[in-house]
């Protein structure tokens, strides 16, 4: 587990929030980078984020690591996702976290995260996130059915993998495409290894170069007359 940063902040939110889904939403990330996420990694001058790494799980243990496919990447950092941060840091100043790197034997890496559970001052936990955050905010949103009680009074939602946070990088797929985001240029943002792979999995969300192709050619078509017509 990780290194305590100091006792818990009274200036920690209760607990975290789905908030945290607009860096899937806005940026493409995946639920592992938020949750380790640093202030370190912000670039607000050039409006981008540095995807550096993820909290991993081992076991029953957590490790920073590297994003998945062994690659860091840089993503486009939009206005309403730098204003969230903005507010996010001013009011919960990110401070030092520790866990090892790449396996539990690994060497401590320490980075400003900007996101804790308030219960207990450690980093985010996926799963905890899932049943705690996630879900609830679904049930609110009506996309998901209340939860059911087993026998020993826990909580169980019913849900498929289309209401999991990945989700959330098809949408940011299916906002940034049809507006001119190229195929290659999207599996850099998401940090697909292949753009192969983005194609196959999101060439029906492109636009249609029909549209643009005509205009293009009206464009050129129409200035020689235009310009006969001023003489």
């Known amino acids: 587990m990780g290194r305590r940063g100091g006792l818990v902040d009274h200036r920690l939110p209760r ?28 670039d607000f001058e050039l409006q981008i984020i540095h995807v550096r790494r993820q ?17 860091e990447r840089v993503v486009p950092m939009p206005d ?11 009011k919960y100043t990110p401070r030092p976290y520790t866990l090892p790197w790449e396996k539990l034997s690994g060497k401590p890496r320490t980075c400003n995260i900007l996101f804790r559970w308030a219960t207990d001052d450690l980093h985010i936990r ?14 609110l949103a009506g996309i998901i059915p209340k939860p059911t009680k087993d026998a020993r009074g826990r909580r169980r939602y019913i849900t498929t993998r289309k209401e999991g946070t990945h989700q959330l990088r098809h949408y940011y797929a299916s906002v940034t495409l ?54």
Not at 15 to 42: K, Q, T
Not at 55 to 71: I, R, T
Not at 210 to 217: E, G, L, V
């Open 126 to 139: 996926h799963r905890t996130y899932d049943e705690t955050i996630w879900k609830p905010a679904l049930v």
């Open 80 to 90: 309403w996702v730098a204003q969230y941060l903005r507010s996010r840091i001013q």
């Open 178 to 231: 049809p507006t001119g985001v190229s195929i290659n240029e999207l599996a850099e943002y998401l940090g697909h290894s292949d753009p192969g792979f983005t194609l196959r999995v999101y060439a029906h969300m492109q636009s249609s170069s029909h549209k643009r192709a005509r205009a293009a050619i009206d464009r050129r078509m129409r200035r020689p007359r235009l310009v006969a017509g001023q003489n």
């Open 15 to 42: 607990r975290a929030s789905a908030r945290e889904a607009i860096l899937g939403a806005g940026c493409g990330m995946r639920a592992g980078e938020w949750f380790g996420l640093a202030l370190e990694d912000l």
């Open 55 to 71: 909290v991993k799980k081992l076991g029953e243990s957590f490790v920073f690591a590297l994003p998945k496919n062994d690659q």
